[in-house]
T-cell receptor, first 111, second 114 residues
Framework: AQSVTQLGSHVSVSEGALVLLRCNYS??????LFWYVQYPNQGLQLLLK??????LVKGINGFEAEFKKSETSFHLTKPSAHMSDAAEYFC?????????FGAGTRLTVKP | EAGVTQFPSHSVIEKGQTVTLRCDPI?????LYWYRRVMGKEIKFLLH????????ESGMPNNRFLAERTGGTYSTLKVQPAELEDSGVYFC????????????FGDGTRLSIL
């Protein structure tokens, strides 16, 4: 069975500050890992994915995530937050069959 | 290409009534998934179709929920009779076959049971 834990249901940063959203996973097989973002009243959009190639994955809107097998982590970062980054972010793990999501982290960006 | 579309976007019904949600996946996507999110909790998997076949329906809450995907194109999710705890946002997603393929999500149907 696979699962995802996102540490922190709410994260608040100032505009221009570093964004760090934490995700730890559990999987019995080498996982595929994803980050999705959801803006209000919209569906989830793919930010980036890890599929066993490079451990540092770059996504859209300046986000990136690093796969660390020893820590079973896949944290999402962005060097400088923008107001438009305010949204809810979901980490997800797939074992090749089905995908399981974390509870989400709501990011607030203060001016 | 057109994205995943879901209908209706909102539905408000009374307890005991029946509601049918529809999902049109991206053309050519054989995988189709249904998820539900209740009141800010995690997105929970309901079921997975590969073409018209149910690959995994382990997440379906009970037999009041019935999903179909006739012809392997659009899918419907019927709730009959609806209960208060069925309220939430129901998401549909589709993807191409392949382990690493990301899922593309619709905007969801917000279901409120009164």
């Amino acid at each position: 069975a696979q699962s995802v834990t996102q540490l922190g249901s709410h994260v608040s940063v100032s505009e221009g500050a570093l964004v760090l959203l934490r995700c730890n996973y559990s999987s019995s097989v080498p996982p595929y890992l994803f980050w999705y973002v959801q803006y209000p009243n919209q569906g989830l959009q793919l930010l980036l994915k890890y599929t066993s190639a490079a451990t540092l994955v770059k996504g859209i809107n300046g986000f990136e995530a690093e796969f660390k097998k020893s820590e079973t982590s896949f944290h999402l970062t962005k060097p400088s937050a923008h107001m438009s980054d305010a949204a809810e972010y979901f980490c997800a793990v797939s074992d090749g069959n089905d995908m399981r999501f974390g509870a989400g982290t709501r990011l607030t960006v203060k001016p | 290409e057109a994205g995943v579309t879901q209908f209706p976007s909102h539905s408000v019904i009374e307890k005991g009534q029946t509601v049918t949600l529809r999902c049109d996946p991206i053309s050519g996507h054989d995988n189709l998934y249904w998820y539900r999110r209740v009141m800010g909790k995690e997105i929970k998997f309901l079921l997975h179709f590969v073409k018209e076949s149910k690959q995994d329906e382990s997440g379906m809450p009970n037999n009041r929920f019935l999903a179909e995907r006739t012809g392997g194109t659009y899918s419907t999710l019927k709730v009959q009779p609806a209960e208060l705890e069925d309220s939430g946002v129901y998401f549909c997603a589709s993807s191409q076959l392949g382990f690493e393929q990301p899922q593309h999500f619709g905007d969801g149907t917000r279901l409120s049971i009164l």
